[in-house]
C-alpha cells in the first residue's frame, strides 16, 4: 500500500448526490443531474488534470440499486481515480433543489443519504491522497483529521510519512456563534479554511453582506480574527472567503488580497449549485501543484485555480462539457490553460477594493 503513496492528488470526503432542480415556471425542471460536493469538487480538480493525472483525482461514488447507467458512463469518461461502490440494497444519494425568487435555492434529501469518513479509506488508494476535502463540522472535521492521520500511521508503519493538506470547507447550518470554540479547535488541524462569506459572518454572528456587494472591510476583520487563533498545527495556514460575484479573499499572517470572480456577467451563470465546491477542488490542485510548503503567493496561485474552476462548474446546469481535441482537453469547449492565461491578464488592471 505505501508505494502508492503519490499516486492520489486529490481526494474529497464529500458526497455523490443525484440531483432534481425545480426552477420557477415556466422553466422545466431536469432530472438525474450529477450533484452533490463530492462530485463538484472532483470537478474542480479533474479540470487540473488531464490523462493520465486524472486517475489521481479521488472521490467516491456509492451506486443504488436505481443508479442510472447513463451517469456511470458520464463518470467514466472523466478518467479518474473514483472509486464506485456498489449498493444494490439501497436508493442512490438523491435531493431535490428549488430555485426561487432572489435566486433562493432549497434543499432536501428524497432518499437517505450515505454520509462518507475515513473508513471509506481504509485499504484504499485515497487514504495516501496528498491533499483532502472535508465538508462538515467544526468537532467532525478534528474527528476526520486525527482518524485519517492515524489510519496513514498505521497502514505504513512508519511515522515520518509526509503529513497531506487538509482544506475545510464548514458546513453552513453550523457557522454559528455557539459553534466558535469548537471551529476555532478545528482550525489548527486544517491548512486551509474556506467558508463563503455568510458562513464566516455567521461564525461570529456579523451579517457580511453589504447594498450592492459583500462587506470588503468586515469580511477583513472577521479573517483577522481566525488568524490571530491560529490556522494548522503551525499557525501558518490560510484562510479563502469565496464571495460570489464579487471574488474572494486570500489571507494568512501578515497578508491579504481579494480576487476577482471570473464571471463578471450575470448572464453567465446558469446554475450556481457546486460553485464553492469546485473551487475547492481547483484550490487543492493549486496547493499540491506548489508543492507542500503553503505561502501566501503559493495559495493565491492555487485561489486563481479555484477560481476557474468554478468558472466552469456554474455556467450550466450539472456538469460541464468535456470534449478531446488534437490540442488537448476542452471544457464546454474552452481549454482550461485558456482561460488561466485571460484571467491573469485581467488581474494586472484588477484594483483591490
Known amino acids: 500500500m505505501a508505494a502508492e503513496h503519490g499516486h492520489v492528488d486529490f481526494c474529497t470526503l464529500g458526497m455523490f448526490i443525484i440531483d432534481e432542480i425545480e426552477f420557477p415556471p415556466p422553466k422545466p425542471p431536469v432530472k438525474d443531474i450529477i450533484g452533490g460536493a463530492g462530485s463538484y469538487s472532483?470537478?474542480?480538480a479533474r479540470l487540473f488534470s488531464p490523462p493520465p493525472r486524472s486517475r489521481a483525482v479521488g472521490w467516491i461514488v456509492d451506486c443504488g440499486c436505481d443508479f442510472p447507467s447513463e451517469l456511470r458512463e458520464s463518470i467514466a469518461k472523466w478518467d479518474s481515480g473514483v472509486l464506485i461502490r456498489?449498493?444494490?440494497?439501497?436508493?442512490?444519494?438523491?435531493?431535490?433543489?428549488?430555485?426561487?425568487?432572489?435566486?433562493?435555492?432549497?434543499?432536501?434529501?428524497?432518499?437517505p443519504k450515505l454520509r462518507l469518513d475515513h473508513h471509506a479509506l481504509a485499504h484504499t488508494r485515497l487514504l495516501w491522497s496528498k491533499s483532502f476535502h472535508l465538508i462538515c463540522s467544526p468537532l467532525r472535521c478534528i474527528d476526520l483529521v486525527e482518524?485519517?492521520?492515524?489510519?496513514?500511521?498505521?497502514?505504513?508503519?512508519?511515522?515520518?510519512?509526509t503529513r497531506p493538506l487538509f482544506i475545510w470547507e464548514p458546513v453552513p447550518d453550523l457557522c454559528t456563534p455557539d459553534e466558535l470554540a469548537n471551529c476555532l479547535k478545528a482550525l489548527k488541524c486544517v491548512d486551509v479554511v474556506s467558508p463563503n462569506h455568510s458562513e464566516l459572518g455567521g461564525c461570529f454572528g456579523v451579517d457580511t453582506n453589504g447594498k450592492d456587494h459583500v462587506d470588503f472591510r468586515s469580511i477583513e476583520r472577521l479573517c483577522d480574527q481566525w488568524l490571530q487563533g491560529g490556522i494548522g498545527s503551525n499557525g501558518e495556514g490560510g484562510i479563502v472567503v469565496r464571495a460570489g460575484k464579487d471574488g474572494c479573499l486570500v489571507a494568512r499572517q501578515g497578508a491579504r488580497k481579494w480576487l476577482p470572480a471570473y464571471h463578471q456577467s450575470a448572464d453567465k451563470v446558469i446554475d450556481p449549485t457546486g460553485g464553492g465546491n469546485g473551487f475547492l477542488g481547483g484550490l487543492a490542485m493549486g496547493l499540491v501543484g506548489?508543492?507542500?510548503?503553503?505561502?501566501?503567493?503559493?495559495?493565491?496561485?492555487?485561489?486563481?485555480w479555484g477560481t476557474?474552476?468554478?468558472?466552469?462548474?456554474?455556467?450550466?446546469?450539472?456538469?460541464?462539457?468535456?470534449?478531446?481535441?488534437?490540442?488537448?482537453?476542452?471544457?464546454?469547449?474552452?481549454?482550461?490553460?485558456?482561460?488561466?492565461?485571460?484571467?491573469?491578464?485581467?488581474?494586472?488592471r484588477y484594483v483591490q477594493p
Open 308 to 348: 476557474i474552476s468554478a468558472s466552469f462548474a456554474i455556467e450550466q446546469i450539472g456538469m460541464p462539457l468535456l470534449s478531446s481535441t488534437a490540442s488537448g482537453e476542452t471544457w464546454n469547449g474552452v481549454r482550461v490553460e485558456d482561460r488561466i492565461s485571460e484571467f491573469k491578464e485581467r488581474l494586472h
Open 86 to 111: 456498489e449498493t444494490p440494497d439501497r436508493l442512490t444519494t438523491r435531493g431535490w433543489n428549488g430555485y426561487g425568487e432572489h435566486e433562493h435555492r432549497a434543499f432536501r434529501y428524497t432518499t
Open 147 to 161: 482518524n485519517i492521520l492515524e489510519l496513514r500511521k498505521q497502514s505504513s508503519g512508519a511515522l515520518s510519512e
Open 42 to 44: 472532483a470537478l474542480g
Open 290 to 304: 506548489g508543492g507542500a510548503s503553503l505561502n501566501i503567493s503559493n495559495l493565491e496561485e492555487a485561489a486563481i
